[in-house]
């Protein structure tokens, strides 16, 4: 995670979002957050009418992380086999960085507290979902690369396909949080997800030894 802010507000959306990762939404009290941010509960109502507009500020803190991360992992620049792999490395990086910093496997924040808020706050539930669609962009974007090159097979619905990914890897995520575990997400993310989409691995190698003989060729040349 980022360097805790000075800036009242920031320090709020700080604090609220290692805690909610840690435990959960419904298990952090606004008094615990205000306690830990070193702020007086009457700053907090200045700033948030109430802990779920708190919720909705760590989530939009959270997306711009991930969307910085994400531009720059899912580029066009580079092959989209190569996108899938750094995304699922990046996933594991992230966990381990935060379980080190927290204490615990700490899952996927978004998913946690859609669990607990979806079907309660509707302003929260539609973050959520636009969350969701934005990382599944994500993907259908890279699914697409793939099936132009003819590494995944060529009747692939890739909006679908992009829709199961994510469900893969919030479900892995959430199968480490209750194992306190990161070793499957480390080993075996990415061939979970090559198979899912199922990657024409003979074609790929082909793909990467005929790249590598190009940039060896204009080295040499």
Same mark, same amino acid.
């Given at each position: ?52 507009? !708190? ?26 086999? %190569?996108?899938?792999? $750094? ?13 080190? %910093? $927290? ?42 690369? $793939? ?34 575990? !990161? ?6 993310? %990415? ?24 940039? !060896? ?5």
């Amino acid at each position: 995670m980022s360097r805790p802010p000075t800036n009242t507000k920031e320090r709020l959306i700080h604090t609220a979002t290692e805690l909610i990762w840690r435990d959960s939404y419904n298990a952090v009290s606004v008094d615990e957050i205000c306690a830990a941010a070193d702020v007086k509960k009457g700053s907090f109502y200045h700033y948030f009418p109430s802990k779920a507009h !708190l919720a909705l500020a760590t989530m939009d803190s959270c997306m711009q992380e991930m969307k910085a991360d994400y531009n720059d992992i899912f580029s066009k620049s580079r092959p989209p086999l %190569e996108r899938f792999q $750094l995304m699922a490395r990046h996933v594991f990086d992230k966990q381990q960085e935060i379980s080190k %910093e $927290l204490g615990h496997v700490c899952g996927c924040p978004f998913a946690t507290l859609g669990s607990e808020l979806a079907a309660k706050d509707e302003e929260i539930g539609q973050k959520i979902s636009q969350i969701c669609a934005d990382k599944a962009a994500y993907y259908e974007s890279a699914l697409s690369d $793939l099936k132009a090159e003819g590494l995944i097979p060529a009747h692939t619905d890739v909006k679908n396909k992009a829709e199961e990914i994510f469900a893969l890897v919030v479900g892995q995520l959430l199968m480490a949080r209750i194992k306190n575990d !990161l070793s499957f997400i480390e080993h075996h993310l %990415e061939e979970s997800l090559f198979n899912l989409m199922g990657v024409d691995m003979s074609k790929a190698k082909k793909k990467a030894a005929q790249k590598s003989k190009k940039q !060896l060729e204009s080295i040499a040349g």
